[in-house]
Nanobody, 126 residues
Framework: EVQLEESGGGLVQAGGSLRLSCAASGFTFDDYAIGWFRQAPGKEREGVSCISSSDGSTYYADSVKGRFTISSDNAKNTGYLQMNSLTPEETDVYYC???????????????????WGQGTQVTVSS
């Protein structure tokens, strides 16, 4: 059974940092890209970043370039999203997800991913 579980969310002041983790199981972690998304109530799920677990290629949305860093530890089947200089507008539920296509990189739409974690709340206070 494929499972993903996020952790690391919480309350942080504007300008602060958080590190999210995504523990994965039930599939060969090296074979699929992992994506991070965020969603506010009433809004569409937004792609933030993704990483190819096979070669480490990364993608970032323009809004987070230079502030967020995605990484993965294949030995631990875990992905990470380091978020720095957070703003109140980035208060969202953050999700990690598994690409539905084997060995693909660069998919940024939510529909490109087939398994999702339950999400972790990130709240940035002003």
């Amino acid at each position: 059974e494929v499972q993903l579980e996020e952790s690391g969310g919480g309350l942080v002041q504007a300008g602060g940092s958080l590190r999210l983790s995504c523990a994965a199981s039930g599939f060969t972690f090296d074979d699929y890209a992992i994506g991070w998304f965020r969603q506010a109530p009433g809004k569409e799920r937004e792609g933030v970043s993704c990483i190819s677990s096979s070669d480490g290629s990364t993608y970032y949305a323009d809004s987070v370039k230079g502030r967020f860093t995605i990484s993965s530890d294949n030995a631990k089947n875990t992905g990470y999203l380091q978020m720095n200089s957070l703003t109140p507008e980035e208060t969202d539920v953050y999700y990690c997800a598994k690409d539905r296509v084997l060995d693909r990189f660069g998919a940024v739409r939510a529909s490109d991913y087939d398994y999702w974690g339950q999400g972790t709340q990130v709240t940035v206070s002003s």
